[in-house]
């Protein structure tokens, strides 16, 4: 399997900002229960306008989070730009007859969701300068750059068909994707969904990316809003997720064990949702 994923900071530390796009472009092959084997990087840099000793700690951070994933930094390809981008090309191994897809939901199936909302709100805010920046920024970088390695031990232990990461699409947007691909409903508690510190306050007073409201916008003929819904946490459920955590779609009898393993690993495992069986077969997503 391979995946490639790069963007630009979302954090002012370049080591951080390493280490994050580095886990954003690992996750991928963890959704699909996979383990990564070798990443290239992929790096732009104004090389003539900043000091080099930055791109050596986006390099440096994007180096150990691979060695702490167990994969092999295996070089990669640098271009000249006015703006940094870093990420990853990652190669990856999966088992062919037990890996999960956007397309293996089950009707009855629980949804956990392995790291809470925000991060798009909050990189907005750290980019605003916005009061208390720096400790929005550290939460930021403790959350967006830890690995979703759990998710996909929990995916492989039991035998999961259905899973995807929350990233640039946000929440709703890739349920709505698994529920269109699946050709079922995913209907969704929006009280359930696990929120980042100071995320909601943020939002409501408009620090909310642009692709966020891009997000809501492309699905809102497929969603079914529930009436008297706060719309703050709705605007969340659609924020732009950096490094965002795994949707595992879990059958009954494993429900409580696959918890347990997510916490016991300082994973979350909130429970956010269940699958549906869709009417026309079409798939939509039922926010509640």
Known sequence: MQTVDFFTPIVNDPYRFGQIAAANALSDVYAMGGEPY?????????????DEDILKEILRGGYD?????????????????????????VSGVVDPDGYATNAGLVPGDTLLLTKPLGTGVLATAVKAKWDGADELEELLYTVAARLNKVGAEVIRRFGLKGATDVTGFGLGGHLLEMARASELNVELWLDA?????????LAAVGLVPAGSYANKHFCENRVDLAPGLNSTRVDLVFDAQTS?????????????????????????????GRVLPAADGKGRLLIR
């Open 38 to 50: 070798a990443a290239m990087n992929i790096v732009c840099f104004p090389i003539k306008d900043m």
């Open 65 to 89: 989070k691979v060695r702490e994933a167990g994969a092999v930094l295996a070089g990669g390809h640098s271009v000249v730009d006015q703006e940094i981008k870093f990420g990853l090309a």
């Open 193 to 201: 969904v696990p929120l980042l510190p100071r995320a909601e306050e």
């Open 244 to 272: 965002g955590g795994l949707v595992l779609a879990v059958p009954d009898r494993h429900l409580d064990e696959a918890c347990r393993m997510l916490e016991d690993a300082g994973d979350i495992a909130a429970r956010i």
